[in-house]
Structure formats: C-alpha cells, structure tokens
C-alpha cells in the first residue's frame, strides 16, 4: 500500500527523472516475467507514449489493440501503422451490450451503484436513500432520480468490450501486461495506484505494470512534442495553450458513445462535437434503439446532457 503523499512527491518529480524512473519500471517488468508481456495498447496519445518508452527498451513486445467498434476510425488508422500489433474483438458489441446489460452514463461508479439498487442490492439502496449523510453515500444523492430511469444502466460495458478480450488473451498466452493509466485521470486510477503501485505483481487479472502512473496529461503531451511522435488525427495538433500543451482537436479518445462523465464537460461536449466531425457516428447515436441506432438521445435528455449540433461560429 502506498499513500497520496508518496504519490505526491512521483508526481512532483523533474520529467526527465520520471522517464527515467518509467523506464525502470518498464525493465523490471520485463525481467521479472522473463520477456512474456504485451503493451495494451488503445491507440490513444498515453499508449502510444507508453509503446514508445516499452520499445525503446524492447523492441520486440508486441501491442494488443481491442477493436470494439467504438473507438473513433482515426484511432483505428493510427493503430494500423505500427508493426507487431495483435489484434482482439470482444464477443458482443455495443448494442448487444446495452441490451443485455444498460448504458455507461455519469461514470463507472454511478451507473455499478444503480445497476445494483435494481437488482435489490441493501448497500446500493442505502447509498441511494434520502438518509445517507455520510461523504461516500452523499455522492450518490443527486443520482437517486435515475432508481426511476426508463432505460436500463450498467457500468459492465468496459469488461464486455475490453477487459474480457484482454483476460482471454493474458490466459491463453501468459503474457503480463503493460497499460497506459494515469492516476490523476480519475479517483478510481488514484485508488489503484495506492494500492499497488506502478508495477502489480500480484497473480491472475490485477498483475500489470502502468510505468506511467505518476506521469500528468501535459508530460504525455511534452513527450509526443519532444519525441515528435505521431498520434492519432483525431487529436489533431500539440500546442501551446494558456494552461500548458494541449491538443487542437478532441482531448481524449476512448469509446465514441460512452457517457461517462459526459455531464461534466462543457460545451461543445464530446457528442456536439461528434455531430461536426463524424456526423454518420452522431446519427447512429441518436437514432432510436428499435431503428438500428443506439437510442441515447433518450438518455441524455433525462441525464440533461446537451447534444444538439451547435451552430457554427
């Protein structure tokens, strides 16, 4: 176990100290699993960063990429440029998903504490109840409304499309991942991270090494400017903003129709501006479940996040 402020002072650290200290975790990785691993690898800027660092030591491991049919298709050509890439597809897709099992909305933890309220879960309808008054039970208050949604919501949607492919992968092949996860990304990462570390060695699905853990987004940024490295399009450039680097085009990649934390961002969000740069994807989007589309049109007008095409300035 680690504590926030050993995460603090990785954090903290000179770049140029924490590449040299990913690059550590990188070999010990690899030496401890005698060469048998693989790079998880989205096609994303951060995993295209951590390819980057893990060949530069090992030229030979290869990349697994998860062609769920939801990842933008410049994502799709970016992966496709590089040598040496495995390439997995999950058993059901997204629409089968949804029916089975509900939509990703708010986030992972939200949509995991509603699915099981539904299922008749006593903790997840005392995190829901107008009673609860302690901090972790507060956070779910101003979701109760959705015990009630006309829609079904899950957070299992990233283990069907993802996570199963790579856990059918790593068992069938031995290999020990590498993955791209910051802490600072999320309060779930964080909670990972002060658990294990960067290199977990523990055994079955939690064993992975995430060397660039203690990095922030402005160093991925740095690194793909400094090392002039291609990265997806749909990212468009690097550049110099008023907080530090930034991209001129969308700031993370992910699945394209997935909500969560969708409410959070500000406008254009990342389906306004799906309906600029890939109105086909935006349409299926929106078109009614029943009519071969996703149907979230209806789940964003009762969550209140905005998808409406802006006009153009």
């Known amino acids: 176990m680690f504590t926030r402020e050993d995460l603090k002072i990785l954090q903290r650290m000179p770049f140029g100290m924490k590449i040299q200290k990913s690059v550590a975790k990188i070999i010990e990785w690899y030496t401890r699993h005698d060469g048998k691993v693989y790079i998880s690898f989205s096609g994303g800027k951060d995993s295209t960063v951590l390819l980057h660092l893990v060949r530069s030591q090992f030229p030979d491991v290869p990349a ?6 939801l990842e ?5 050509d970016h992966v496709k440029t590089f040598d040496n890439v495995i390439i997995l597809r999950p058993k059901k897709n997204f629409r089968q998903v ?38 972790r039970k507060g956070l779910y208050k101003k979701w109760q409304f959705l015990k009630e949604a006309p829609f079904k919501i899950s957070n299992i949607c990233c283990y069907h499309m993802k996570e199963a492919p790579l856990h059918k992968f790593a068992r069938e092949t031995g290999l020990k991942p590498y993955v791209g996860t910051l802490a600072a990304e999320s309060r779930v990462r964080t909670q990972g991270w002060l658990k294990a570390g960067c290199n977990s ?3 079955g699905k939690r064993a992975r090494s995430a060397p660039l853990s203690f ?33 001129t085009g969308v700031e993370r990649t992910g699945c394209m129709f997935c909500l969560f ?16 740069t890939h109105p086909k994807q935006y349409e299926y989007c929106l078109r ?22 802006r006009a153009e300035p």
């Open 215 to 247: 990095w922030l987004e402005d160093e991925i940024l740095q690194y793909i400017r400094h090392h002039n490295l291609p990265i997806a399009k749909v990212y468009g450039e690097v550049v110099d903003g008023k907080k530090g680097l930034e991209t």
């Open 72 to 76: 933008y298709p410049e994502i799709v």
């Open 288 to 309: 009614d479940f029943e009519d071969g589309g996703l149907g979230l049109r209806q789940v964003m007008e009762y969550v209140g996040i905005p998808y409406e095409k």
């Open 261 to 276: 934390g969708c409410h959070l961002e500000k406008e254009p969000n990342r389906i306004q501006k799906m309906a600029v």
């Open 201 to 203: 060695f523990t055994t």
């Open 64 to 69: 697994v990429f998860v062609n769920t049919g």
């Open 98 to 135: 949804i029916a089975d099992h509900g939509v990703p909305v708010v986030s992972k933890d939200v949509a995991g504490v509603i699915c099981a309220y539904r299922r008749g879960k006593e903790w997840a309808a005392e995190r829901l109840s107008e009673d609860a008054n302690d901090f």
